[in-house]
Protein backbone atom coordinates (compact mmCIF):
# COMPACT_ATOMS: atom_id res chain seq x y z
CA UNK A 1 0.00 0.00 0.00
CA UNK A 2 2.78 2.39 0.78
CA UNK A 3 4.42 1.87 -3.07
CA UNK A 4 0.68 3.37 -4.28
CA UNK A 5 0.27 6.04 -1.46
CA UNK A 6 3.36 7.11 -2.73
CA UNK A 7 2.89 6.63 -6.45
CA UNK A 8 -0.45 8.34 -6.39
CA UNK A 9 0.44 11.35 -3.70
CA UNK A 10 -1.87 9.94 -1.26
CA UNK A 11 -1.97 10.10 2.48
CA UNK A 12 -4.17 7.41 3.64
CA UNK A 13 -4.90 3.84 3.18
CA UNK A 14 -8.63 4.68 3.07
CA UNK A 15 -7.75 6.58 0.19
CA UNK A 16 -6.11 3.95 -1.76
CA UNK A 17 -9.04 1.56 -0.62
CA UNK A 18 -11.44 3.97 -2.28
CA UNK A 19 -9.55 4.71 -5.30
CA UNK A 20 -9.30 0.42 -6.07
CA UNK A 21 -13.30 0.40 -5.01
CA UNK A 22 -13.84 3.15 -7.32
CA UNK A 23 -12.22 1.44 -10.43
CA UNK A 24 -13.71 -1.75 -9.64
CA UNK A 25 -17.24 -0.15 -9.14
CA UNK A 26 -17.14 2.33 -12.21
CA UNK A 27 -15.66 -1.28 -14.54
CA UNK A 28 -18.76 -2.98 -13.69
CA UNK A 29 -21.11 0.37 -13.65
CA UNK A 30 -19.68 0.60 -17.68
CA UNK A 31 -20.60 -2.58 -18.22
CA UNK A 32 -23.87 -2.96 -16.88
CA UNK A 33 -24.30 0.42 -19.11
CA UNK A 34 -23.04 -0.76 -22.62
CA UNK A 35 -25.64 -3.89 -22.29
CA UNK A 36 -28.74 -1.85 -22.47
CA UNK A 37 -26.81 0.32 -25.40
CA UNK A 38 -26.18 -2.71 -27.87
CA UNK A 39 -29.54 -3.99 -27.06
CA UNK A 40 -30.96 -1.08 -28.56
CA UNK A 41 -28.85 -1.01 -31.61
CA UNK A 42 -30.15 -4.70 -31.77
CA UNK A 43 -27.19 -6.02 -31.14
CA UNK A 44 -26.19 -9.06 -29.28
CA UNK A 45 -23.96 -12.41 -28.61
CA UNK A 46 -26.67 -14.53 -29.72
CA UNK A 47 -27.94 -13.02 -33.09
CA UNK A 48 -24.68 -10.91 -34.05
CA UNK A 49 -22.46 -12.91 -36.63
CA UNK A 50 -19.59 -12.90 -36.88
CA UNK A 51 -20.13 -12.58 -32.83
CA UNK A 52 -16.34 -10.60 -32.53
CA UNK A 53 -18.22 -7.75 -34.07
CA UNK A 54 -20.71 -7.52 -31.13
CA UNK A 55 -17.84 -7.96 -28.73
CA UNK A 56 -15.51 -5.09 -30.83
CA UNK A 57 -18.99 -3.05 -30.38
CA UNK A 58 -19.32 -3.32 -27.12
CA UNK A 59 -15.76 -3.07 -26.15
CA UNK A 60 -15.75 0.42 -28.03
CA UNK A 61 -18.74 1.65 -26.31
CA UNK A 62 -17.44 0.75 -22.80
CA UNK A 63 -14.27 2.40 -23.34
CA UNK A 64 -15.73 6.40 -23.08
CA UNK A 65 -18.80 5.71 -20.81
CA UNK A 66 -15.68 4.10 -18.33
CA UNK A 67 -13.84 7.42 -18.82
CA UNK A 68 -16.75 9.19 -18.36
CA UNK A 69 -18.08 7.77 -15.34
CA UNK A 70 -14.79 7.74 -13.79
CA UNK A 71 -15.10 11.32 -11.98
CA UNK A 72 -18.44 10.80 -11.50
CA UNK A 73 -18.11 7.65 -9.13
CA UNK A 74 -14.92 9.14 -7.79
CA UNK A 75 -17.08 12.03 -6.60
CA UNK A 76 -19.37 9.69 -4.75
CA UNK A 77 -16.19 8.28 -2.42
CA UNK A 78 -14.36 12.23 -2.24
CA UNK A 79 -11.57 11.48 -4.96
CA UNK A 80 -12.95 13.76 -7.87
CA UNK A 81 -9.91 15.47 -7.57
CA UNK A 82 -7.78 12.46 -7.65
CA UNK A 83 -9.65 10.92 -10.65
CA UNK A 84 -10.49 13.90 -12.65
CA UNK A 85 -6.19 14.72 -12.91
CA UNK A 86 -6.25 10.82 -14.07
CA UNK A 87 -8.44 11.42 -16.53
CA UNK A 88 -6.55 14.33 -17.87
CA UNK A 89 -3.65 12.86 -18.13
CA UNK A 90 -5.01 10.05 -19.79
CA UNK A 91 -6.61 11.53 -22.67
CA UNK A 92 -4.01 14.09 -23.17
CA UNK A 93 -1.56 11.00 -23.60
CA UNK A 94 -4.37 9.37 -25.93
CA UNK A 95 -3.59 12.88 -28.36
CA UNK A 96 -6.36 15.21 -26.88
CA UNK A 97 -3.52 17.62 -25.32
CA UNK A 98 -5.26 20.27 -27.38
CA UNK A 99 -8.45 20.11 -24.72
CA UNK A 100 -6.86 19.23 -22.04
CA UNK A 101 -3.89 21.49 -21.12
CA UNK A 102 -1.32 20.96 -18.74
CA UNK A 103 -2.34 22.66 -15.53
Known amino acids: MEK???RWGLTSNWQVLAIILVFSIN???ATWVAKPVTEFF???SETTK????YLVFR????????QLTLPIVGWFFGQ????WTFEKKMLRR???KRFFPED
Not at 50 to 53: Q, Y
Not at 80 to 83: L, Q
Request: charge should be positive; avoid cysteine.
Open 4 to 6: LKQ
Open 59 to 66: ILLIFPIY
Open 42 to 44: GLS
Open 50 to 53: PWIL
Open 94 to 96: MGL
Open 80 to 83: FKFF
Open 27 to 29: GSF
